[in-house]
């Protein structure tokens, strides 16, 4: 019997390259895990202590390295699969580091404020309902996050300081 030269070539393309892509996908979903695994072990609170904030700022430090892990995953994943595929990812690493080049340029201060931001929650240098004086402003704190931190100063007023400009407290 002839088979067709078109099963022949689907056939022999599923066992060489479909089966690389196959590992590659494979390989993702179990670091995916693993990161999920890692990052609740390296960040590890008991669930049942009484610090509600110890708690908010593992969980915030948590989803940060989950998330970030998980992108950089999915990047190498997506490199290897489309390299598999026969495109050439040589400028698309390229255009890609021309735009995260000018988004760096563009987005310099929120790059900062996060930064700034995620040594603020590890290293628990403010809390909620702590009473500071921030730059200058003075108040109650009312939120921090990985973007700001929210005062309220005795005359009722909020302020929004954002975490790359804190440069005393």
Do not use: C, Y
């Not at 390296?42 to 998980?70: G, H, P, W, Y």
Request: glycine fraction near 10%.
């Amino acid at each position: 019997m002839n088979v067709p030269q078109f099963v022949t070539d689907v056939g022999e393309w599923v066992t060489t390259t479909g089966l690389q892509i196959l590992l590659v996908l494979v390989l993702m979903a179990v670091s995916l895990k693993a990161v999920d695994i890692l990052s609740e072990k390296l960040l590890n609170v008991k669930k049942d202590t009484d610090d509600v904030e110890l708690q908010k700022r593992a969980e915030t430090l948590r989803s940060i390295v989950r998330s970030t892990l998980s992108i950089v995953i999915f990047v190498v994943a997506g490199m290897m699969i489309l390299e598999k595929l026969g495109i050439a990812i040589g400028p698309i690493l390229g255009a890609a580091g021309i735009i995260g080049l000018a988004v760096g340029f563009g987005a310099q201060k929120l790059v900062e404020d996060i930064i700034s931001g995620f040594f603020i929650l590890l290293e628990d240098q403010v809390r909620i309902n702590d009473v500071v004086v921030i730059n200058g402003t003075g108040g109650l704190v009312e939120k921090v996050n990985i973007r700001r931190v929210i005062l309220r100063d005795l005359a009722g007023n909020v302020h929004f300081i954002r975490n790359g400009s804190i440069g005393m407290v």
